[in-house]
Every structure is written in structure tokens, then in C-alpha cells.
T-cell receptor, first 112, second 115 residues
């Protein structure tokens, strides 16, 4: 069964303290891995799509990487405004591949 | 350009009443999704529309829930005889679903409270 697991559930960082969030997946053929950011009271905001192992995408202080089993969202020198829940989702080859399989998210808090 | 919009942003209703939630997707996006998100929970898939194909209703939790998409654009999610467990944020997303673009873009959500 296709599955996405995110860790840790929650992470608290000091401003400037770099870290990484993990998204592990088990799918029958990956056809895309997606990262989103969700602020309280808002809908998820699309960040990145990764398609193949070795691929990397960057946006400001965020960098997403992908291997055959997991993806990392690296946050370099985070600022308080990076505080949010980060969601990971995958699209697989199995069955109806037009639906995404979602992780439960990592809640990130960056203290000034 | 304009993003996905949803209305109302908040809805408070009494148990047993029917509610309608509206979603306006991004123009040109052929796919439209409805999700439900309860406090502290992940995204729960409800229903998916793609072009003129039959919708995928596999996520609807009961027959009190239904949705339609008119003219391949606006969608309405209807919940009949609301129950307290229906209280959640209902999110709509749209996707180009083609040309190598499969990411979903979300609206701000409708917060439904059933009293």
C-alpha cells in the first residue's frame, strides 16, 4: 500500500539554526513528490515538485532533495516567518494516480 | 493571476441543516479536488473531478455528502443533515493535470462549525 510518513511531527528551532524535515515514502512507482507549506487558517501553498532521485529544488532558504526512498526539506538559517506546517505528498503509478497521497506534516516553529 | 477561491470562508450551522460550499478553481485547470482537514489532522480526500470524466467519489464519508461541478469550472460540495463530526475545514484545490504539471493549488478553505 502506498504510504507517506513525515518526521519529526514537530520541530522547534532558534532563528538561524539550520535543520531538515524528512518525508519517507513507499509507492509503486513514483510519479512526483510535492512539498507544501501551510500557515494556520490557510490552505496549503505549493513549494516544489521533485520527479527523480538526485533532483534538487531551491527557493530562498528552502532546498528540497529526493532519493529513491525519501525526500528532505532543508531549511538554512531559518527566520520566524518560516514557521508553518510543511506537508509532503506523492503521486504514484498505482490505480488512480490522479490523487495524491499525503503525509501528516511537520509543524515547524522558529523562535526569534 | 487569480487563485482558487472558496465561499463562504466561515459557516456556522445547526445540526441537521444542509450546507453548500462553493469552489472557484483557477481558470484552465481541468482537475478539481475537495479535501477535509480536521484540527491537527491530515488532509482527507473527499472527491475528485477531471474534465468530463465521472468523478472519483471514493473519499466521501457518507451519502450525506455530494458534490457537483458545473461547466467544468465551479464546484459545490453539499452536506445534508449536518452532524457535529462534520465540523472541519473544507479545502478545494485545482490542478492543470497535464503538460507535466500535476501540483495542486489550494483555496483558503471554508471553516464549517456544526452546533
Amino acid at each position: 500500500e502506498d504510504q507517506v510518513t513525515q518526521s519529526p511531527e514537530a520541530l522547534r528551532l532558534q532563528e538561524g539554526e539550520s535543520s531538515s524535515l524528512n518525508c519517507s515514502y513507499t509507492v509503486s512507482g513514483l510519479r512526483g513528490l510535492f512539498w507544501y507549506r501551510q500557515d494556520p487558517g490557510k490552505g496549503p501553498e505549493f513549494l516544489f515538485t521533485l520527479y527523480s532521485a538526485g533532483e534538487e529544488k531551491e527557493k530562498e532558504r528552502l532546498k528540497a532533495t529526493l532519493t529513491k526512498k525519501e525526500s528532505f526539506l532543508h531549511i538554512t538559517a531559518p527566520k520566524p516567518e518560516d514557521s508553518a506546517t510543511y506537508l509532503c505528498a506523492v503521486r504514484s503509478n498505482a490505480g488512480n494516480n490522479r490523487k495524491l497521497i499525503w503525509g501528516l506534516g511537520t509543524s515547524l516553529a522558529v523562535n526569534p | 493571476g487569480a487563485g482558487v477561491s472558496q465561499s463562504p470562508s466561515n459557516k456556522v450551522t445547526e445540526k441537521g441543516k444542509d450546507v453548500e460550499l462553493r469552489c472557484d478553481p483557477i481558470s484552465g485547470h481541468t482537475a478539481l479536488y475537495w479535501y477535509r482537514q480536521s484540527l491537527g489532522q491530515g488532509l482527507e480526500f473527499l472527491i475528485y473531478f477531471q474534465g468530463n470524466s465521472a468523478p472519483d467519489k471514493s473519499g466521501l464519508p457518507s451519502d450525506r455528502f455530494s458534490a457537483e461541478r458545473t461547466g467544468g469550472s465551479v464546484s459545490t460540495l453539499t452536506i445534508q443533515r449536518t452532524q457535529q463530526e462534520d465540523s472541519a475545514v473544507y479545502l478545494c484545490a485545482s490542478s492543470l493535470m497535464g503538460q507535466g504539471r500535476y501540483e495542486q493549488y489550494f483555496g483558503p478553505g471554508t471553516r464549517l462549525t456544526v452546533t
